[in-house]
Nanobody, 129 residues
């Protein structure tokens, strides 16, 4: 079992920046890969970025060159640095832990089968134009 707690959400203006954090506890030494997901009101949840146990990263096209996912293995924490924010980035952001080695597939597997991963409670990001 893995417990995940997100923080760092808030409000920003278009073009601004926010950094989200996700602290993991529990059986983290099992080597899960991690991902960030978001869900806008009335829309389906979508994968945003993932980082595997070897440090390799994946992003959806909408956030490439703007968002950066990283991890601090000592603190058992992952981050999502979000730059050049746009109103369409607004939504609830969740971090999740899933099977290592999936790479970018994590972003779709956990959306279609959320029970395959561990999820945090989410943190709200609101971007105004």
């Amino acid at each position: 079992q893995v417990q995940l707690v997100e923080s760092g959400g808030g409000s920003a203006e278009s073009g601004g920046s926010l950094t989200l954090s996700c602290a993991a506890s529990g059986h983290t030494n099992s080597g899960y890969m991690m991902g960030w997901f978001r869900q806008a009101p009335g829309q389906e949840r979508e994968g945003v970025a993932a980082i595997d146990t070897d440090g390799s990263t994946s992003y959806i096209d909408a956030v490439k060159a703007r968002f950066t996912i990283s991890q601090d293995n000592v603190k058992n924490t992952i981050y999502l640095q979000m730059n050049d924010l746009k109103p369409e980035d607004t939504g609830m952001y969740y971090c999740a832990a899933g099977t290592p080695g999936l790479g970018e597939l994590l972003l779709t597997v956990l959306v279609s089968s959320p029970n395959l991963g561990f999820w945090g409670q989410g943190t709200q990001v609101t971007v105004s134009s």
